[in-house]
């Protein structure tokens, strides 16, 4: 590429950039209002927890198949088309669960959630390849973009909810999606180029023979699992706890996703000062003391520090994991994606469901928030094994 042509390239990737934080800031929105709206969802089809958790199941299995073709997506068509059909998914699913009978919900879920997976691995791989030298603090930045989706979606239904209209905050949402799809048309936006740096991980053909890949699908089985059980369920929680707060409990998750939120944003500092791996094992200590904290809880006050605890912890452990692909797999990162994401959101799907089951089998919610701590504990082990640098990029090169 020759010099005189840099300058517009810069200027339409900034402008895509842009269009790439908004998405992850109404993506924050999609993939967590269920958690906030699940009471109100169970008592208008006078569903169980454990069908309730059936609608975690369909959200992620459908995001799994959409990260599956995400990639796919992403080499043939580029990142803006890309995106394109992640937006549109998402706004026709958020527009039909504004009402119907639980099946045509069930159907709703399964298709935001696979406009969830077709744009999230797009948006961090995108942000990833053109900050190289710098990835888990963009990352992390991204992703707190994210988390400000997550942390307002609350607030925006309980809003919804002042007005005895949840539904308005439903189409609300379908709205700015289809609106912030109309910019990606219209938009200058171009996919970049990425130049990859010397490493010493196997070749994109040696991926399926690697001993990591499985390892770290289960990483994000875990953490996507863990992330969504406590989020997903805290605002159910704190309902049960106290049923006569006929409101606080709405906002519940805000505590959660405002420390993930805030977590994401101290991260580049922390990361600047110490290791990846170390700032992941600080916030998993976190993470299972908010867990012990949530389950200890007998009013709103300890929910809320739990919940602050547990979000606050868990906060940089996705983004250090996605920068840390490039380490893993080398020239395979991208490859890997669809596989790693794919068993992230196959976490999202399952462990929030085996919650609501456990839930309604041991009649105690409490005894379910079990699931999300052992997984935190799990992660906490991994990544103490996994603390020293050489250790990170333990896998086998290919053979020659």
């Known amino acids: 590429m020759n010099s005189p042509a840099s300058p517009p390239t810069l200027a339409r990737v900034s402008s895509g950039t842009v269009l790439v934080h908004v998405d992850f800031l109404l993506t924050g929105i999609v993939m967590t209002f269920l958690g906030p709206m699940l009471p109100i969802l169970s008592a208008r089809w006078a569903i169980t927890d454990a069908a309730a958790g059936r609608l975690f199941l369909t959200q992620f299995v459908s995001s799994m198949f959409g990260m599956l073709a995400s990639s796919s997506l992403v080499e043939r068509k580029g990142y803006r088309f890309t995106f394109l059909v992640g937006l549109l998914l998402m706004a026709a699913g958020?527009?039909?669960?504004?009402?119907?009978?639980?099946?045509?919900?069930?159907?709703?879920?399964?298709?935001?959630?696979?406009?969830?997976?077709?744009?999230?691995?797009?948006?961090?791989?995108?942000?990833?390849?053109?900050?190289p030298q710098r990835s888990a603090s963009a990352l992390n930045v991204i992703n707190a973009v994210w988390g400000v989706g997550a942390m307002s979606s609350p607030f925006l239904l309980r809003a919804a909810k002042a007005l005895h209209s949840p539904s308005w905050f439903l189409y609300g949402t379908a709205v700015a999606l289809l609106v912030l799809m109309a910019g990606f048309m219209f938009a200058r936006f171009e996919s970049d180029s990425h130049v990859h740096a010397p490493t010493t991980a196997p070749a994109p053909e040696s991926l399926w023979r690697s001993k990591m890949l499985p390892v770290i699908c289960?990483?994000?089985?875990?953490?996507?699992?863990?992330?969504?059980?406590?989020?997903?369920?805290?605002?159910?929680?704190?309902?049960?706890?106290?049923?006569?707060?006929?409101?606080?409990?709405?906002?519940?998750?805000?505590?959660?996703?405002?420390?993930?939120?805030?977590?994401?944003?101290?991260?580049?500092?922390?990361?600047?000062?110490?290791?990846?791996?170390?700032?992941?094992?600080?916030?998993?200590?976190?993470?299972?003391?908010?867990?012990?904290a949530l389950i200890a809880a007998q009013g709103m006050a300890l929910v809320a520090v739990g919940s602050s605890l547990a979000g606050a912890g868990l906060a940089s452990i996705f983004p250090i994991s996605v920068s840390l692909l490039p380490r893993w797999f080398g020239l395979a990162a991208r490859r890997s994606s669809g596989a790693v994401f794919a068993g992230g959101n196959m976490g999202g799907a399952v462990l929030p469901w085996v919650v609501g089951v456990a839930s309604t089998y041991s009649g105690s919610l409490r005894l379910a928030l079990f699931v999300p701590l052992l997984g935190a504990a799990i992660m906490l082990a991994f990544y103490v094994i996994n603390s020293r640098p050489s250790a990170v990029t333990a896998v086998p090169e290919s053979p020659i």
């Open 218 to 292: 289960v990483l994000f089985f875990v953490y996507v699992g863990t992330e969504q059980s406590f989020g997903g369920w805290v605002a159910t929680y704190a309902h049960r706890l106290r049923p006569e707060n006929t409101s606080f409990w709405t906002v519940m998750p805000a505590f959660f996703y405002g420390a993930l939120l805030a977590g994401r944003a101290l991260a580049p500092i922390a990361l600047r000062i110490t290791r990846p791996t170390t700032v992941a094992i600080t916030g998993l200590t976190l993470a299972f003391l908010g867990g012990l």
């Open 94 to 131: 958020m527009a039909l669960l504004g009402s119907g009978p639980y099946w045509l919900g069930v159907l709703a879920v399964a298709v935001l959630g696979a406009g969830h997976g077709v744009t999230t691995p797009a948006g961090n791989l995108r942000t990833a390849e053109i900050n």
